[in-house]
């Protein structure tokens, strides 16, 4: 499996509901890394599109 690197990039503004607990551990990550809770969370989710297995 590849390594997770975050980095910067353009986003488009949505809402989304999420645990406060998950919300405290992503905040403390991003912090770690220089980074903003968004520009993670984006990272993150593209991370797992491009790594989860397919459904056929």
Do not use: H
Request: proline fraction near 2%.
């Amino acid at each position: 499996m590849k390594k997770f690197i975050p980095k910067k990039s353009e986003k488009e503004v949505i809402s989304m509901r999420i645990l406060s607990e998950t919300l405290n551990e992503i905040d403390k990550k991003a912090a770690s890394f220089g980074i903003s809770r968004n520009e993670l969370i984006n990272q993150m989710i593209n991370y797992a599109l491009e790594n989860m297995e397919s459904s056929e």
